[in-house]
């Protein structure tokens, strides 16, 4: 590949980490109110598919996003981008109804140093989402007035990471993650008065709130295996990845409607962009896996944050638990070298994956099951396209609260190049 493609083939994936900035918003839920939002722990589209299996197996032919470890077994350049959307029927005990989002939600590439030895990835992805709208209606005590409220959030915590990862011996290998953190969560709560015709009574008031992220933290990652016979392996895998006091800036004002996010406006500011920093727990994670090599993975894996430690920007303990997710996924490919048989050459995913959210409300803690399908449909010799389902379930309608029964799909490719590093005769 000449100097000159190759300079421009990295012009557009700049393009590509420019778009994502302004576009990405992958899922939606009510329960994003609660806390920083709603974290994102299961990877990119592949993971997806295996209910987000990927702390303790990777490919060479995807990013190994999930356990920087792993990305020793990106022995050629790859560059890999997904469209996320989500459509999410919300129900109570009487009423429902339909909501939905997506958008790009991550690019990122692998180049290797040393194949097979030493790798360096690159790229941009969620950490959390804020996505929520919400109408509260009730009665005002003592009159016959009606209150209406309406809650929106909207954002979230990205990062722009960079990943090192190197194997010091045989079947072993270690990684660090590092992140930028950027972003903003807003979040608007307007309060209107209504008479008993729904006609609004005076002035309706506004509160704005927007916490600006800009922070640094890292993720460690180790990995190992072992032969079980010529064509099997067992993989053990793990992750810290530090968070802590994440710092950024605040602004917080209350206003007439439609006021309060301009600050030139009349209204109370309450918080005129004043520093600060929002305490979220490490997360652990742990995997072990089975490998038919070319043929068949299983794999088991956990992941444990300690959300009871959070602490919010006004450094107040909130009432979150601690959180944990539990995945079990497979992949199987029929038969890898195919020549003939196409559908034979595509690898298919299951999953399924239990999770304890961090979120209690009204006194009840909110589970999250899904199940996952997906699959890798190779577009030529070394690139892919990738897909996942997901289909699942959070919450209950159980003392007034709000189930969420969800449908998400995620589509991507994975560009490989195996003449990146290698200089050629003719050109």
């Known amino acids: 590949m000449s100097l000159y493609k190759r300079l421009s083939y990295i012009g557009v994936l700049c393009t590509f980490f420019i778009f994502s900035e302004s576009q990405a918003q992958s899922s939606v839920s009510a329960y994003s109110s609660l806390g920083i939002g709603d974290f994102n722990n299961n990877g990119l589209t592949q993971n997806q598919g295996m209910g987000g299996l990927g702390i303790s197996f990777g ?26 959307y989500q459509r999410v029927n919300l129900r109570t005990e009487n009423e429902q109804e339909f909501v939905d989002g997506g958008g790009l939600s991550y690019v990122g ?4 140093i040393n194949p097979g030895k030493s790798a360096l990835g690159l790229g941009i992805n969620q950490i959390t989402t804020v996505n929520y709208s919400i109408v509260v209606n009730g009665q005002v005590t003592n009159s016959d007035l009606t209150s209406l409220n309406r809650i929106d959030g909207s954002g979230g915590v990205s990062e722009a990471y960079l990943a090192y990862s190197l194997s010091p011996a045989k079947n072993l290998s270690f990684g660090v993650h590092g992140s930028y953190l950027f972003g903003s969560t807003i979040r608007t709560n307007q309060l209107s008065l209504l008479d008993e015709n729904e006609n609004p009574i005076g002035n309706s008031s506004e509160y704005f709130e927007r916490f600006t992220v800009s922070d640094v933290t890292y993720k460690l990652g180790a990995h190992y295996y072992f032969k079980l016979g010529e ?76 959300f009871s430690r959070y602490i919010d920007f006004n450094g107040s303990e909130t009432n979150l638990n601690d959180s944990y997710r539990i995945a079990l996924g497979t992949q199987i490919t029929p038969d890898f070298g195919s020549m003939d048989k196409f559908f034979k050459r595509i690898t298919y995913r299951f999953g399924v994956e239990y999770k304890q959210t ?63 590093f290698y200089k050629r005769v003719y050109d």
């Open 59 to 84: 490919t060479g032919w995807g990013l190994n996003y999930m356990n920087p470890a792993l990305s020793t077994r990106n022995t050629i350049f790859n560059f890999q981008a997904a469209f996320n």
């Open 231 to 306: 064509k099997s392996n067992f993989h053990l895998g793990a992750i810290y990845q530090a968070f802590g006091n994440i710092n950024g800036r605040e602004f917080a004002k209350v206003a007439d409607f439609g006021q309060a996010s301009r600050p030139d406006t009349d209204g109370e500011v309450l918080s005129d962009n004043i520093r600060g920093s929002v305490f979220v727990p490490e997360n652990f994670g742990f995997g072990i896996t089975y490998e038919r090599i070319n043929r068949l993975i299983i794999g088991l894996e956990g992941q444990y944050q300690e």
């Open 109 to 112: 590439m692998s180049l290797p």
């Open 358 to 420: 961090p979120y209690v409300v009204a006194q009840t803690s909110i589970t999250d099951i899904g199940i996952n399908f997906g699959g890798t449909v190779p577009m030529n010799t070394l690139s892919m396209m990738n897909f996942a389902i997901r289909l699942g379930q959070r919450g209950t309608t159980a003392n007034g609260l709000i189930r969420e029964n969800y449908a998400g799909f995620s589509l991507g490719f994975s560009l490989n190049d195996n003449t990146w």
